[in-house]
């Protein structure tokens, strides 16, 4: 059924730096504090940013590039356990200087100014898997 219930454990707020990028820096950060499961928010800015649309026919990620400096709307992802690593999934929707809205799963981006919400999930480990149907790694 894809139900678990967990408990929250402890709450982080980050500033990344500016010129980091993002994804390995949230990576890296989830992994060194032992963060195994939870959930992400955030808002800020990025100078560039890369983005995903999974094809659901081809079963294939496309992706997007933006450059110019483009206003985070809206950051959420959740983190897992991939491989025996933490890993964060993060989607993203994003705006240009004239308020064209982007969106989609966030392959990376190079920081201007984000600041993130964490929440740490315990009680269980979550390892997402391959799944035949959807050619996605989910939970199971």
């Excluded at 950060?29 to 081809?58: K, P």
Aim: with cysteine; charged share 25%; net charge negative.
């Amino acid at each position: 059924m894809g139900l678990y219930e967990l408990r929250e454990g402890r709450r982080f707020l980050v500033r990344v730096p500016r010129g980091e990028e993002l994804v390995a820096h949230v990576d890296d950060l989830i992994n060194e504090h032992g963060i195994e499961q939870g959930f992400i928010s955030g808002i800020g800015a990025v100078s560039e940013a890369t983005i995903g649309f999974y094809d659901q026919d081809t079963h294939e990620y496309r992706e997007l590039d933006l450059t110019g400096g483009i206003e985070i709307v809206s950051l959420l992802g959740n983190i897992s356990q991939k491989e025996g690593r933490s890993h964060a999934h993060l989607h993203i929707g994003l705006a240009d200087h004239e308020g064209r809205m982007y969106g989609g799963h966030l392959s990376g981006a190079r920081v201007f100014l984000t600041e993130l919400v964490i929440v740490e999930f315990t009680g269980r480990e979550l390892e997402r898997v391959p799944d035949e149907a959807t050619g996605l790694v989910c939970w199971p």
